[in-house]
Each structure stands twice: as C-alpha cells, then as structure tokens.
C-alpha cells in the first residue's frame, strides 16, 4: 500500500507518458512543485523529509487518493506555548500534474483540484526519533471519502469518527478542520491551494461544536494547551476534554453562545426515511415509498442542487435564511461540470422530469432515525428553528433527505398551511416556534448522548407527526 523512503524522494518524481494540458510535462510537476516550495519555506533544513508514498498512484488505479504524504520535524516555539511536534503534508487532494489524470484541468484561476491539501500536527512524544505512520492513513482515509463522495472539506467543519485515530484507547475519536497556522495557500500554474489542518477532538467537544460551531470550539481550545495551544498540536495521550480542564467553558462559552448565535451546523448526512401516511400504501400513485426497503423515485438534478445549497447556505452566516427557489437552473460555468453536487450520490440521475414530480402537500408524516441522528433533533430545533434557519438530514442510503424549516426560512415549499410537502423524496417539515418549543421539552430525554434502549417514540397527535429513533440495524438491514 504505502513505501516509507528517505533521501531524494521528490526528485524520484518523473511523469514521462502523459501529454500536460497546456503543454509539456516538466521533470517536477509545478502542482507538485509548489506545494513542496511552501514546505521548504517552513522547512529549510529538511530538503528531504520522510515520506510516504502510494504504490501504486491512485490514476493508475491504485487505492490511496493521496500520492504522498511529507512528515516534517517541527521545533515548535515553547515561549507561545507551542510544543515540539510532527507535521504531516499531503500531496493530492489538489492537482499536482495539471494533465487531468486526477483532476480536470480547468485553469489557474479556480481552486486546483480540490483546492485544497491536509495537513496534521501531531505531538511528538519523548524518545521519539521518527513519526509515527498511522496518521498517513488516517489522511488517506479522508482524501477516499473526498474522491469518492467530492465532497470538500472547509475550515470548521467536524468529522465523526467514532474511533480512536490511532486505534488505540485514547479519548481523541473525532475530527475538526481548521487552517494550518503557518502554510499559507499558494498558487499554481493549476489553480490556488489552501491547508486544512485536522485537529483531534474528544466526542465531548465535538457534540459542542455540533451544537454551537466549529470555529468557536477550536477557538476555546486553541487557550488551553494541554488541548493544542495555539497551532492545535494532537496529543492522542490527553486523557481530559477542554470541558474538563476548565469547566467554565461550557456553560459560560458553548452554552451562551448556542443561545445566542445558534448553530451554523446546517444538515448531516444520517441514517433516516419517512412515511407517508396520509394515503394507504396501495395507492400506487403515492410515491410516499420513502420507508425502508422501497425504491422512491430519485433526486432530479435541480433537487440535488438545492439540498446542497441549503447545506452550503446554513454554513455562512446570513441576515436571512433562504432556500433558493426549487425552479432555480443550475448554472454551467458556476463548477467544473466533473464535481459531482456535495450531496448528490451515485444513484440521483433524475429518473423522472423534474417538471413531471410534482409538489405533494401531505396530511400526516412519520420520521425515523437512528440514535446519532437522533440526538441531534435538540439541536436542529434549538440551535437551528429557533433561530430562524433550517437544518437537513441527507440519507446516507439513498436520495431520501428532510429538511426542517422555521417560518422565517424563505423559498421552502412546505407553509404554515402546509407543513408538510415532498418533493419526490425530499421532505420539508415546516415547525412553528411554539411547536419547536413544545417538541424541545419531549424530546428532552435525547440531549443525553449515553446509549437509551431502542426503539424510542414520540407522537403528536394534533400535529400528525411522529418521530421513531431505532437501532442502526433497522436501517443496516432494511428488508429484516
């Protein structure tokens, strides 16, 4: 999978058989080039770091996206508090070839590639002459789920992980993303490269950052070093959560600031369906087929777009919060036509004309999720409709994808007269601000996180919604 040389691994670096786009090919890709140029800013003294290196390349059908990954020795600055410490750099996400065997080339004026590269700052424990390795995995691992779902990662943003990132006991089992301190985005003859540092957090503060936002987490933990200090330096040994060290930080930070700001999380993808249940399920002509184990018709392309900005929107911050109108054209020159939408997966090529599907009012619906999912309803309502915004659960098993909308939220095609409507098989739900209110105090029991027996249900009649969380194998298994 991976080789670990040392000494002239850059120079080794030779494309011969590949016509480049707008030319020939150099001996040092200029992609390739560049990002090594910034390195050795930083890095003067290390020409020729340890590095990892795919195989086999990614375009000639190898599995690891990433064709190398530099592991660089950093001193750190003890006067700021900033530790010694092991800094990872990939070399991939962007176009490093400019010749489109990765990437498509479309010219120097965009983002290169993904427009972006990973970098991580792991801290370099006592007696350790060499970097560890398994953060290069780590780093592939999330450039496959970018190449496979074209999904883009942005500063602020939270990967669930679930796991120890050194599959080791350590509290560190999730992810944020923030810019790298000192690697400034550099430009291509390909286009421009920013650095997404990955910071290691507890599943304490990654729930904060679920409920407030991000940037704010990382801000909180950037003052405490043992956390990361001020380059947000991985220690996978810290055995306490920022909320620990200092427990002020939740009450008198995270909770005044999800008061008061809200959250800008503004939809996950999740493990969910609905039904239907204002016609009898033999009524062929209702394509409330959105329960487990049915086919419903897929997203049109128009669908897609919108379930994607109305992620995208949520995660700006905007005077006033906005679906953009379902009628709305995709415009070609807006994205390279090769990047598929963020939330579009592989199956959502419209089946039937968007003009053909057309807006259903439905009297009664039923919500499931599983527990994760589950436990975010709190903040959906709280940190979310209450602040006048939306928030989207995207099925990770299909097109299947419901949105929640305050009255404030403009371009919905759910109303206050009816609350309920679908799209094909995206669901709008639209809550008024005392239904929020009064589903909040119900669904109090989901703000703990601790595993709850299964299944869970609540109803409300006078409002025809029901909302069910069950096991993940409901959905793991969806014809049991």
């Keep these: 999978m991976f080789r670990f040389p040392r000494g002239r691994v850059m120079d080794e670096v030779r494309p011969t058989s590949v016509p480049q786009a707008h030319g020939l090919v150099p001996l040092f890709p200029p992609g390739l080039q560049a990002i090594y140029g910034e390195c050795r800013r930083l890095y003067p003294e290390q020409a020729n770091p340890l590095q990892v290196t795919a195989i086999v390349k990614y375009w000639l059908g190898g599995p690891d996206p990433l064709d190398y990954i530099s592991m660089y020795r950093n001193m750190g600055c003890p006067a700021q508090d900033i530790q010694e410490h092991w800094h990872y750099v990939s070399f991939g996400l962007s ?54 779902s074209e999904n883009t990662f942005c500063s602020g943003d939270h990967v669930s992980w679930h796991n120890p990132l050194d599959n080791s006991e350590s509290r560190i089992q999730h992810m944020l993303l923030t810019e790298d301190p000192q690697m400034q985005p550099v430009q291509t003859p ?22 407030w936002n991000g940037q704010g987490i990382l801000e909180l933990m950037r003052g405490v070093q043992i956390a990361g ?9 810290r055995g306490e959560t920022i909320f620990d060290i200092d427990p002020h930080l939740q009450q ?9 700001e809200g959250s800008n999380l503004s939809g996950v993808s999740a493990k969910c369906v609905w039904d239907d249940l204002s016609r009898p399920p033999e009524d062929e002509e209702d394509s409330r087929s959105i329960c487990i184990g049915s ?10 777009e919108q379930i994607r900005e109305t992620l995208r929107k949520g995660l700006e911050f905007n005077s006033k919060a906005a679906l953009p109108p379902i009628t709305s054209q995709r415009q070609s020159h807006e994205r390279p036509q090769s990047r598929k939408d963020s939330l579009e997966s ?30 975010l309803l709190p903040l959906c309502l709280r940190g979310r409709l209450l602040h006048g915004r939306h928030f989207t659960y995207k099925s990770i098993n299909g097109d299947t994808a419901i949105t929640f909308v305050s009255t404030g939220v403009e371009g919905a095609f759910a109303t206050e007269e009816h609350p309920y ?3 094909g098989p995206w669901l709008q739900i639209l809550l008024t601000e005392e239904f929020v209110e009064q589903m909040l105090g119900d669904l109090q029991e989901l703000n703990n996180r601790e595993e709850t027996k ?4 609540y109803s409300w009649p006078e409002k025809k919604l029901k909302i069910s969380v069950l096991p993940d194998s409901v959905f793991d298994n969806p014809l049991q």
């Design 454 to 457: 299964l299944p869970k249900e």
């Design 95 to 148: 176009d490093l070839y400019g010749d489109n065997r990765v990437h498509e080339f479309t010219g120097a004026d965009g983002p290169s590639g993904f427009g972006f590269e990973l970098t991580f700052r792991l801290k370099r424990e006592v007696g350790e002459t060499a970097p560890p390795t398994w953060p290069a995995e780590l780093m592939q691992g999330l450039a496959r789920y970018v190449f496979q």
């Design 252 to 260: 008198e930070r995270v909770d005044q600031g999800i008061e008061t």
């Design 421 to 423: 409507a679908a799209h």
């Design 295 to 304: 086919q419903p018709r897929r997203l049109s392309d128009k669908d897609t």
């Design 190 to 211: 390909f286009g421009t490269v920013s650095f997404l540092q990955i910071v290691g957090v507890c599943t304490e503060e990654l729930q904060a950052a679920q409920q």
């Design 346 to 375: 592989e199956s959502s090529a419209a089946i039937v004309p968007h003009e053909l599907v057309r807006t259903r009012q439905l009297e009664s619906v039923h919500l499931k999720f599983n527990q994760e999912s589950g436990t």
């Design 229 to 237: 200090g001020p380059w947000l330096i991985t220690d996978m040994r």
